[in-house]
């Protein structure tokens, strides 16, 4: 079931909520500059890692970036192929506790299989109101 957030995010990002509580492990197919912008308007740049079985990305801070380098080394064209898994946590942020992605400091040893078939129901998007009901924009 989709989280109640995640029908306000439709900005192609992978937000925590999206991992329903649950460890998720995909596959990153690239990396690239991401960018975007806060609640109070503000635009940042970080690096966005895609990954195999859905469109979001995400982007991740510099400590999500240090844990992925000690699995895999510095240099992100080598983590092209390579598995990760994410997990829904908090942090601390301008004093606000908020929902954070972290990454399990270890390679993960589940089956690509099993990784790839759960991946895309976790982060797919929320379903759509059935036709004729009201979506709470209309009078």
Request: proline share 10%; no cysteine; aromatic share 10%.
């Amino acid at each position: 079931m989709a989280h109640w957030r995640s029908y306000y995010e439709d900005d192609g990002w992978l937000y925590a909520w999206a991992l329903d509580g649950r460890d998720v492990t995909l596959q990153i197919t690239g990396i690239s500059q991401g960018t975007g912008a806060g609640q109070d308007g503000r635009r940042w740049q970080k690096p966005a890692l895609a990954f195999r079985g859905t469109d979001k990305r995400w982007a991740f801070n510099r400590t999500q970036g240090e844990v992925i380098e000690k699995m895999y080394g510095g240099d992100p064209a080598k983590w092209v192929g390579k598995w990760i898994t994410l997990y829904p946590d908090t942090q601390k942020v301008k004093g606000e506790i908020r929902p954070a992605i972290k990454v399990r400091p270890v390679v993960p040893k589940r089956s690509a299989a099993a990784a790839a078939d759960r991946a895309p129901e976790l982060l797919a998007e929320p379903p759509a109101p059935p036709p004729g009901e009201p979506t709470g924009g209309e009078p």
